[in-house]
């Protein structure tokens, strides 16, 4: 079956502009979670959404930063006046709700700001 | 101090050796532990688990966990050039339904023929 897939792949934008970035999960996994990775680091979580609505968004780094998921399925972050220290791979992964609640991981998005 | 700590390598070994990965931990509340690969350009890709403390094996692959210690290791017996990739550890406590991942910085590994 299909797997968590992201787009863009590859997003290159200027500083202080807006973007988003989008992640469709495995069907039927309820819960999504967004993650930044920077070179040479782990991934560092910002937000988990279980069904529609954000249980845990404690690691968003500030107000610009603003995701959403209205169906409980596609989400979506938003990056409000980009920052160069913005730039990072953006992982997305969901799993099922049930059970050990493996994290499958999309390919990321590589954001880049100039 | 890092919640989870791990040396970033990089690592070389030739094929064929065993290899020994391991991650420190400094929160007592974690309790599922996870190793990920994670290839270049690519998401990770969850490799073992283990709940709480104790060993398990899949393969050639081992994960051990003791949590007395606060120490979680992985093992790869007879290594192939295709295990050249970057392992990362994470974990995660066993809170209700929040189950973000705690990560390590990943140790970059590569395999020589």
């Known amino acids: 079956g299909a797997g968590v897939s992201q787009t863009p792949s590859n997003k290159v934008t200027e500083k202080g502009k807006y973007v988003e970035l989008r992640c469709d999960p495995i069907s039927g996994h309820t819960a999504l979670y967004w993650y930044r990775q920077s070179l040479g680091q782990g991934p560092e979580f910002l937000i988990y959404?279980?069904?529609?609505?954000?249980?845990?968004d404690s690691g968003l780094p500030n107000d610009r930063f603003f995701a959403v998921r209205p169906e409980g399925s596609v989400s979506t972050l938003k990056i409000q006046r980009t920052e160069r220290g913005d730039s990072a791979v953006y992982l997305c992964?969901?799993?099922?709700?049930?059970?050990?609640?493996?994290?499958?991981f999309g390919p990321g998005t590589r954001l880049t700001v100039l | 101090q890092k919640e989870v700590e791990q040396d970033p390598g990089p690592l070389s070994v030739p094929e064929g050796a065993i290899v020994s990965l391991n991650c420190t931990y400094s929160?007592?509340?974690?309790?599922?532990f996870m190793w990920y690969r994670q290839y270049s350009r690519k998401g990770p890709e969850l490799l073992m688990y283990?709940?709480s403390s104790g060993n398990k094996e899949d393969g050639r692959f081992t994960a051990q966990v003791d949590k007395s210690s606060k120490y979680i290791s992985l093992f790869i017996r007879d290594s192939q050039p295709s295990d050249s990739a970057t392992y990362l550890c994470?974990?995660?406590?066993?809170?209700?339904?929040?189950?973000?991942?705690?990560w390590g910085l990943g140790t970059s590994l590569a395999v020589n023929p």
């Open positions: 994470a974990m995660r406590a066993d809170a209700g339904n929040n189950r973000k991942l705690i």
């Open positions: 959404f279980q069904g529609t609505g954000a249980a845990d």
């Open positions: 992964a969901s799993s099922r709700t049930s059970g050990y609640n493996e994290q499958f």
């Open positions: 283990t709940y």
């Open positions: 929160n007592s509340a974690f309790q599922y």
